[in-house]
């Protein structure tokens, strides 16, 4: 017993780490392991013994001279998953070991100087043969045994191990086992493991691709995720782990990822959304090392969709369609480009009267943080806040939140777009022939795709642009960490000056036979009946 585990306690140099955030930033530092060989968050910063709920725990060694990490997501499984990587680097240590005994009378394996945390030696295996370890116990010992073998077996018939800038025939082994702490790298031989040994030792690291989809998930719960990705990543990885025909996560092949796709197509997810469901199995690959199994041509491809928005006559049936409050709400999300969300959220002290603006600000009380850690402010035109003024004198019921469109109870309402569909279904502005995901006909029901919140967004964002403000003022109006998303709005726009030079061209006069017939120009009068109707947003010419 204490040859094996005191090798596995004392020789290997698996350090465990663990990112935690020190001073506001992430820090690796090295994991302290409780006496019974648990790990219970505690990490040594600066060397001092601190407590860190928060992070993911690393495993760092050294393979050929070079730094190797690995993330374990799941504190359960660190300590086992640092015996068994131990394990994996343990033939080269045996081999090490016993040269160096060939050269001294130490009988004892010795320590090397390392600034690496030993692995504990746990209580566990030797003391208490009853506890649920003991059957890990075993199987340590048959992997150990199997190791020493095949070590000594490689040993006693000296092999020809390949070297970095020496000659195989005077090879000149280390008398001391190799550090692995960076320092003597020149004399870290390149040695393959033994195929035999990573096989088998492979087999036992497996993680299961339920495991793996679990601890998965569990690392990404609410509050880490919004509730809505968290849903979403669940039921594209638990339909990952139903389909997948591997039991390992370590097997999964590029055909395994491309079976999944045609699972999606087959049942009836389009191109987008195959996309973006093989987009989240693949980090949940990327966290157990597998990368670059699929290439970019293997994904699926789809069409990056125009911004759809409303037209000016879209709004004015649907403002004449609604009641007093409900035109406000819609108003409101039209001329603040506000998330659904947002608006759920927004309370009266996010309207400044004064200057003549709306907030978007977190609210602890309600659970609301606003997308990408970021409060903003939205310039509103004057006309807005008479009428949310206006609005405000007629609101009754309790409203502990002082949210401007609280629901009957005082909360925030989360069905601002299925009252949204519900208004356009009774007033006859569905479009009559679209159907949804679920077979639901726009013709008989609240359901057209025509008419979404977002659309809302995509209007304010298009019509601020057109109307000259920059695409920067644009970008913090609409809360967007990146430039790229405000971006995609300016595809819109300058699409519709390409409408207008197409629709001028010398080929569109070839289609009607008055036109000029070597003018490039059209008709003054054509281009003005064809021009579209465009938003004027009060607004949307101030800058920030
Ligand atoms: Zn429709």
Redesign the pocket.
Known sequence: MSSAYGLLGFKKRVNILKKVKVDGSWKLCPAVVEPNGKLQDKVKVSGRTETHPEGVYYLEWRENGKRMRESVRNRGEVVKRARLRALQLDPEEEKDSRRKTATSTADQPQVVDTPMLPLPVTADFSTTPAHPTAVAHLVFQAIESYIQHVARTAVAAPTKLPTIGEDSNHQQLPAEPVRIDGHSSQTARMQPPPQREAKNELATRKTTVAHAVESYLRDIEPPQREEKTYKSYRSTLHLFRDTCKKRHVEDITRDDCLAFVRHLYSIGNGPRTAHNRLTVVLQLLKLHGMTGLVKGRDKPKYVGKVREMYQAEDLEALFKACGPDEKVRYLFFLLTGERDKEVQHTAWSDIDFERQCARVTEKKALGFKPKDKEEREIPVPIALLDTLKEYRSRQTGSNPHNLVFPTSNGRPDKKFENKLKQITYRNGL?????KTRHKHE??SGP????WFLHKFRHTFATAALENGASIRTVQEWLGHSDLESTMAYLKYVRRKDIHRLVDGSQLAGFITPSAPKSNTKCSPKRAASEKRPRLLMPHADARL
Not at 430 to 434: F, R
């Open positions: 569905n479009c009559g022939y679209c726009c013709s359901y057209c795709a025509k």
